[in-house]
């Protein structure tokens, strides 16, 4: 029993050294770290290593994070440069490779197998821009192994030398992995040096990290005009992103106070009929400047009060309003057609003298829209003009815009992202006044203007001021309900009837559309929710199928500079 506890004790007693012994890994990883007074540092690690011939064949790898990303998603690069790279004394051949957040370097040769056994690789670089500076201090936050070692280490010594006849403040240090506040480890402050070393092996992905602060004034602090330039070099792109969208916002200023003078009112006096010549839906493009479906909404009513159609109205369980339009014999036989009329009329009823405002029907109704809305751009063209000459640059300017923020905000910067917010901000400006009247035009809107007052105005007293306003009849109803519905004043103007038909229905004539059938006729109701209810059909008809959707102390281990990691090769 005794020769038996006595094996168990012998076996455990060799079982880490073993282990150690069939391992690749760094036995020693030596950091000399010197800060200079223009706050550049000079850095010489010496790395050993035992090798297996697993990972390690041909030399080491060595990564060393240049590009960082800030809070505010700004980029930030740090100068790095190689000086000299050994391997056990001697010169060896090494590349430095770009990759995506620094540099690489491949220590060894890639036709040459190192031996078996133990390796010491050296290499000295000079990095900047790697110091912080504060108010009250200035401080070297610094990774010394980095995170990403994929090789256990056994033991860590960093020594930092601050510039001559200057005192180190206060030392401290972390370890374990990204983001742990391990202690293991102890420090010497050796006047203007510090010495740290390891307390315990670190695991792959472990690392250490340091902190030493001194007096302000020891250390060059970077100007302003230094630390500008740096960051517009870093984020050069921000700059032309910037640049242009000074550019674009210039041009939707400008076309702005441009469009504000060509489309300032004139004197606007109630009028009582509507601009000669001019369909509803022109009217209601004037106002906007711009085309939208509600107006070939309006335009599809007037048709209807002109008796060319009829409107049937039907309330259903499963898709609640529903509209079938029904061709009348007056258009049938082209009575007083007009050439818009024509087009309008013979695309909607291409399939038959009867159409539901459905989906099923898009191929009609869409076409019979785009007729309506040629004919209305048309009508207007002499009274509306487009600045196409900040439109046409403006485009130029986005794409290039737009470019850098793709290219670049998809790779790595939040902050191009957020600088949409300004882009499409610019662009709305643009876009809601490159459209402006003409000399001519401003004096059309102002007549529309006044129509529209017109419209909205009960009180009769107020309009006979002006003039003798037409008698209130259901015929005068209908023939501007179609002009109040491109001007979005139907509602008002349905008020002002309500007590005529009321009256009527009173005296047993009950007011019914000839070109409306549906339930009972109510001017109110009707001017409040008919023309909501139209539009929204007509827009579900036009639109294609799933185009729209139904649903001290504050310091870490791997924080600071430097840092990155490596590996065999």
Request: aromatic share 14%; charged share 15%.
């Amino acid at each position: 029993m005794r020769y038996l506890l006595f094996c168990l004790g012998l076996a455990l007693s060799v079982q880490v050294p073993l282990t150690r012994a069939l391992q690749e890994r760094i036995t020693s990883f030596e950091s000399d770290i010197t800060v200079h007074v223009d706050s550049s540092l000079t850095v010489r690690e010496t790395i050993t290593v035992f090798s297996l011939g697993q990972s390690i064949i041909h030399g080491i790898v060595r990564e060393f994070p240049t590009r960082y990303t800030d809070y505010l998603g700004t980029r930030y690069e740090v100068f790095f440069d190689v000086h000299q790279v050994r391997h056990n004394g001697l010169l060896v051949a090494h590349s430095v490779h770009d990759v995506a957040n620094g540099k690489k370097i491949y220590i060894g040769d890639s036709s040459t197998r190192i031996a078996l056994g133990e390796h010491t690789y050296s290499i000295v670089y000079t990095t900047k821009r790697q110091l912080g500076f504060f108010p009250d201090h200035d401080e070297l936050y610094w990774n010394v192994t980095g995170n990403g070692w994929r090789l256990p280490i056994e033991k860590v010594r960093a020594t930092v030398h601050l510039p001559e006849a200057s005192q180190a403040q206060s030392a401290q240090a972390y370890t374990g992995f990204q983001g742990e506040r391990g202690n293991d480890y102890t420090q010497i402050i050796e006047g203007s040096n510090v010495i740290f070393s390891t307390t315990r092996p670190f695991t792959p992905f472990e690392g250490f990290t340091l902190v030493v602060t001194w007096p302000k004034g020891v250390v060059l602090e970077p100007t302003s005009f230094e630390k500008i330039s740096w960051f517009f070099k870093d984020n050069w792109a921000l700059l032309l992103i910037m640049l242009g969208l000074l550019a674009i916002w210039g041009l939707a200023v400008r076309c702005w106070f441009l469009s504000r003078r060509a489309n300032k009112p004139g004197t606007v006096i109630p009028l009582f009929y509507p601009s000669e010549g001019l369909m509803p839906s022109a009217i209601g493009f004037m106002k906007n400047r711009s085309w939208k479906d509600s107006l070939f909404g309006a335009d599809i009513v007037d048709l209807a009060v002109r008796g060319y159609l009829t409107i049937e109205h039907k309330k259903t369980v499963w898709s609640g309003a529903q509209y079938t339009l029904v061709a009348t014999q007056k258009f049938l036989d082209g009575v007083n057609l007009t050439k818009r009329d024509s087009a309008v009329l013979t695309a909607l009823f291409s399939s038959g003298n009867a159409i539901t405002i459905a989906r099923d029907n898009r191929e009609n109704v869409t076409s019979a829209l785009h007729y309506a809305q040629q004919y209305c751009k048309a009508a207007v063209g002499d009274y509306i003009q487009k600045m196409n000459f900040f439109l046409y640059n403006s485009f130029i300017i986005v794409g290039m815009v737009g470019f850098l923020i793709v290219f670049f905000g998809g790779t790595f910067d939040p902050i191009f992202m957020w600088t949409l917010v300004p882009l499409i901000g610019a662009l709305a400006l643009l876009f809601s006044c490159y459209r402006v009247y003409t000399s001519k035009g401003r004096k059309l809107q102002d007549e529309i203007d006044g129509f529209q007052m017109y419209l909205e105005t009960a009180e009769a007293e107020r309009m006979k001021i002006i003039g003798t306003p037409p008698t209130k009849t259901p015929e005068l109803y209908e023939t501007y309900l179609p002009y109040a519905m491109a001007l979005g004043v139907e509602e008002q103007w349905g008020r002002q009837f309500a007590p005529i038909f009321e009256r009527l229905e009173r005296e047993g004539h009950p007011y019914v559309p000839l070109w409306y059938h549906g339930h009972r006729f109510s001017a109110d109701v009707f001017a409040s929710q008919f023309g909501s209810s139209f539009n929204n059909a007509i827009s579900s008809a036009t639109t294609p199928p799933g185009s729209s959707s139904g649903s001290g102390g504050r310091g870490s281990s791997g924080g600071g500079g430097g840092g990155g990691g490596g590996g065999g090769w």
